[in-house]
């Protein structure tokens, strides 16, 4: 669960950007580092800040790809319940009228997202209200 930007702290703060700004701040932060560690090297001098700000832009970076996956991912099972939305509440509807369990439909039908599966069994819930 994410946390609002006001209690999540520097690093947390960092974390609530978006997928493809983190993705570009993490590459910078990493660039950056890397060259003030370079550079710092050849004096004879290795700084904790350089390497911590390569490997938090890495970090950054690798969070903003998983990220940016798991929003696709989303968006695309959103889009596939969406097309097939009325056929699959008729299916949950008449699955719990005979006494069977519409969230493991849900799960045969690979439908994991939790906002998803919320709204389909609240839709179901008012479908079978509204039929008594």
């Not at 710092?40 to 938090?56: C, D, E, H, K, P």
């Not at 696709?72 to 319940?81: F, G, L, N, P």
Request: proline content about 2%.
């Amino acid at each position: 669960m994410r946390q609002h930007p006001d209690n999540a702290g520097g690093l947390g703060a960092l974390l609530m950007l978006p997928a493809k700004v983190r993705i570009v701040a993490g590459i910078l932060l990493a660039v950056v580092g890397a060259v003030l560690a370079v550079v710092l090297w050849n004096r004879g001098v290795v700084a904790g800040a350089t390497i911590f700000a390569v490997v938090l832009g890495f970090f950054l970076a690798w969070s903003g790809v998983s990220s940016q996956r798991r929003e696709s991912r989303q968006q695309a099972q959103r889009k596939s319940v969406a097309s097939r939305q009325e056929e699959i509440l008729e299916d949950m509807v008449a699955l719990k009228r005979s006494g069977g369990n519409p969230v493991r439909y849900l799960n045969e039908q690979g439908i994991q997202d939790a906002e998803i599966r919320a709204t389909l069994l609240e839709e179901m819930k008012q479908r079978l209200a509204a039929s008594k």
